[in-house]
């Protein structure tokens, strides 16, 4: 028998999430994100969504090791389950992190029309260039709050299921 099965399942799923990771840096995503980001906040998704992970991991191995010795003690599933909604919440905080970014983004693109002046090039030119700083932070900023909420979601979603078969 394989131990730990639940944990191996979480650990399969980072170590894809990790090669899809170096996959991006090695084409250089996340060097144009830095440089198209100007909030910064998908880097600060990154961090809230790695912090978690290894929480989620670490709660996953303390469940596993009981699990795998049938020692499913009422009190350490009930702890593990009261604290998973920290990783419940710390997902839908991502999906809004990442939405606050989008507004940040498109009020960063709105605020170059204030003082245009269609007759000068080089307000023009300002203009596109906010356009297109504005525009990025938004999409990236959404891109990677769902991203990681989705992907917080996932494993939270496995270590529920670990704690309902425990209480069954």
């Keep these: ?99 606050i970014g989008t507004v940040i983004g498109f009020i960063m693109m709105l605020s170059g029309f204030a003082g245009i002046d269609v007759q000068d090039m080089a307000t023009v030119q300002d203009l596109i260039k906010n356009l297109g700083i504005g525009m990025s932070t938004a999409l990236y900023t959404t891109l990677v709050g769902l991203g990681c909420s989705a992907l917080l979601k996932i494993q939270y979603f496995n270590l529920s299921q670990a704690i309902d078969k425990a209480r069954k």
Aim: glycine content about 8%; overall charge negative.
């Design 1 to 99: 028998m394989i131990k730990h099965t639940l944990f191996l399942k979480w650990w399969l799923f980072m170590s894809m999430a990790m090669l899809g990771a170096l996959y991006l840096a090695g084409n250089g995503w996340l060097s144009t994100m830095w440089n198209k980001d100007a909030t910064k906040l998908s880097f600060l998704l990154l961090t809230i969504f790695t912090v978690m992970s290894g929480w989620c991991g670490y709660k996953t191995w303390t469940l596993s090791k009981f699990l795998d010795n049938d020692q499913t003690e009422d009190y350490l599933v009930e702890k593990i389950e009261h604290l998973m909604e920290v990783g419940w919440f710390t997902s839908d905080l991502c999906l809004s992190i990442g939405m």
